[in-house]
């Protein structure tokens, strides 16, 4: 069966710090791969996605992503955190000319100032 | 331009009432989504929404949850008989279009309890 699985479910960073979340996919097709935020008391709103052509894609807020396909993976990135990048992560994968779009479970990133 | 709107935000009810979620999606948007998000879980769907197409309805954990979308716009999901364990946070979603990658625009959910 399709599934996304995000390694980290609680990450702790203070402000400046590196930021990776990994998410890995078992697919075999060609996949859309996406990354959610949910800021709380905030509705999911997309951060960054991947269709097709250069595998680094750049989001909001200085997040970015790198697909790497040989390893079904879509880890999200960012140099710098800030205390307002505290939020729950999703990853989201949708295998191309379907509907279907399978989320991890989600990383809740604390950042403390 | 609006979001999609989800009503109401709470909704708090006794085991075996019927409760029914409202989803007004995006202007525009043909396809539309409904997720359930359990505490600790991911997203898990529900149900699809396509233009006129029948609904693909395969993620609906029981009889008891239906869905219909009118004129192609609003949708309801309807949960009869509730039991606790369909406490969460029920999320719409929709689309442009069909199965060709856009992005989903989320509501900002309708968070269930059943006491």
């Known amino acids: 069966a399709q599934s996304v699985s995000q390694h980290n479910h609680h990450v702790i960073l203070s402000e400046a710090a590196s930021l990776e979340l990994g998410c890995n996919y078992s697919?075999?097709?060609?996949?859309?791969l996406f990354w959610y935020v949910q800021y709380p008391g905030q509705h999911l709103q997309l951060l960054l996605k991947?269709?097709?052509?250069?595998?680094l894609v750049k989001g909001i807020k200085g997040f970015e992503a790198e697909f790497i396909k040989s390893k079904f993976s879509f880890n999200l990135r960012k140099p710098s955190v800030q205390w307002s990048d505290t939020a729950e992560y999703f990853c989201?994968?949708?295998?191309?000319?379907?509907?279907?779009?399978?989320f991890g479970t989600g990383t809740r990133l604390k950042v403390l100032a | 331009g609006a979001g999609v709107s989800q009503s109401p935000s709470n909704k708090v009810t006794e085991k075996g009432k019927d409760v029914e979620l409202r989803c007004d999606p995006i202007?525009?948007?043909?396809?539309l989504y409904w997720y359930r998000q359990s505490l600790g879980q991911g997203l898990e769907f529900l149900i699809y929404?396509?233009?006129?197409?029948?609904?693909?309805k395969s993620g609906l954990p029981s009889d008891r949850f239906s869905a219909e979308r009118t004129g192609g716009s609003v949708s309801t999901l309807t949960i009869q008989r509730t039991q606790q364990e369909d406490s969460a946070v029920y999320l719409c979603?929709?689309?442009?279009?069909?199965?060709?990658?856009?992005?989903?625009?989320f509501g900002p959910g309708t968070r269930l309890l059943v006491l």
């Open positions: 929404f396509q233009g006129n197409s029948a609904p693909d």
């Open positions: 991947y269709f097709s052509g250069d595998p």
């Open positions: 979603a929709s689309i442009r279009s069909g199965p060709s990658g856009e992005t989903q625009y």
């Open positions: 989201a994968v949708n295998p191309t000319g379907t509907y279907k779009y399978i």
């Open positions: 202007s525009g948007h043909t396809a």
């Open positions: 697919y075999g097709g060609t996949v859309n």
